[in-house]
């Protein structure tokens, strides 16, 4: 379901943004509208979606559009043109107390500066929306305090903003955000002015948080590892227009154009491949409840493997059995797997990053099983397709 559609947007900054959009229709460049007729071109022709419960970053070089994009999400700038649905409502033809509604209800905000009050203590600065709102004040230091349970600052509701770090000061902004119970965040380059680690250290917060509460995101950054390590997709922006959409793999392996690729090139492709993204699906595989030895070893002979997963009635894996282990059931005339299945084996879920998996796999004597929350068997990765599959996407073993 789409939470956040947008179509054909346009920003033209200026007096007389019509002569802009009928030069942008004519295929006249950003710079040729700002040389001729003094006019911004802030977002041009863009559209997309974004679906309920994912994070979508918005990313871009300064002066791209990413920031003025996100604004006009919530109206904080009026588009030129086009339209904002959220949850297929547009932006544009809301009315004052409807857009209110929207600005304090369903939508928060969180950017990079930490714009909080200094005479407030941090509970009353996470309970501003709240007070905005007209909420009585218990109620909504109880949500407050929630809010700043969730990003990890229990027992700091009566300091003051200047008793605290660059990371908790923003922590106390996302959780001036969440005590809203928004269901979509707008993050505008809201960790850009963090020190590295604790930068780290935020997003990590977030993708913890994001877990749990399953949050529509916009996040606008200009760090291609941000939006990599946060994004389900990416928008990637140039002189106001989209150049590509896409997840974080596609925008890697198949950049759309030379802006592109420069804009990746120097990324460590292992960081965002998966497991899922390099393991092979196999048929080859034994039905604890049907196949015994034999049945097993005809299966390795067939598809010239000396190991076979083992799952049970609902595509479970159960463990692995080798060819040795299988043939001497078969010499002594068993007809269960049951004794020679090997229960103790490594697996990995297939969102387990590729530059993890050479480690797993360094002393591995079988292929590594790829199995989801429920144990359910989805795939297998051998040490040769690992590499091959890094080599064919640009990544180095």
């Known amino acids: 379901m789409d939470k956040i559609r947008v179509e054909g947007l346009y ?60 604004r006009c999400l919530n109206r904080l700038i009026t588009p030129t ?68 349970s969730m990003v990890g600052l229990d027992g700091w509701g009566e300091s003051y ?17 969440l005590a809203l119970s928004p269901d979509i965040l707008l993050m505008d380059e809201a960790f850009s002015a963090l020190d590295p680690l604790i930068r780290r250290d935020m997003q990590d917060e977030l993708i913890n948080l994001q877990e749990r509460m399953r949050k ?66 196999s048929e080859a595989v034994a039905d604890l409840r049907t196949d015994g030895p034999r049945a097993a070893l005809r299966k390795m002979r067939k598809h010239n493997i000396a190991h076979l997963f083992v799952v049970d009635h609902n595509h479970r894996l159960v463990g692995i059995v080798s060819a040795d282990a299988a043939a001497n059931l078969a010499a002594r005339g068993e007809e269960q797997l049951a004794e020679a299945i090997c229960t103790e084996i490594k697996t990995v879920f297939p969102d387990t990053p590729a530059q993890d998996l050479f480690g797993i796999m360094a002393d591995l004597p079988y292929p590594l099983a790829v199995v989801d929350e429920n144990n359910k068997f989805k795939g297998l990765i051998v040490r040769g397709t690992l590499v091959a599959a890094l080599a064919e996407r640009g990544g180095a073993a």
Not at 26 to 47: C, F, L, P, Q, Y
Not at 55 to 69: A, F, W
Not at 84 to 97: F, H, P, S
Request: aromatic share 4%.
């Open 11 to 70: 920003k033209i900054f200026g007096p007389s943004p019509k002569k802009a959009l009928q030069m942008l229709s004519k295929g006249r460049t950003k710079d040729e509208i700002m040389a001729e007729t003094r006019h911004g071109v802030g977002v041009n022709n863009a559209s997309f979606e974004v679906k309920e419960g994912e994070i979508v970053v918005v990313m871009g070089l300064s002066g791209s559009g990413k920031s003025t994009l996100v």
């Open 81 to 148: 043109a086009g339209k904002v649905l959220i949850d297929g409502q547009d932006v544009a033809t809301m009315g004052d107390e409807e857009l209110r509604h929207l600005r304090q209800r369903k939508m928060g905000m969180v950017f990079q500066n930490f714009a909080l009050f200094p005479h407030r203590t941090v509970l009353e600065n996470a309970a501003l929306g709240l007070e905005i709102q007209g909420m009585d004040k218990s109620e909504r230091l109880r949500l407050a305090e929630e809010a700043l």
């Open 161 to 177: 903003p200047r008793q605290l770090s660059g990371g908790m000061q923003q922590r106390v902004g996302l959780a001036r955000a």
């Open 216 to 281: 529509t995101i916009v996040f606008i950054s200009h760090d291609l590892d941000e939006a990599l390590k946060l994004g389900d997709r990416i928008i990637l922006m140039k002189d106001g227009a989209i150049v590509q959409i896409g997840t974080p793999e596609q925008i890697l392996t198949s950049p759309a154009d030379e802006y592109v690729a420069r804009f990746v090139e120097d990324v460590d492709i292992t960081k965002v491949l998966t497991a899922e993204s390099v393991m092979k699906r």
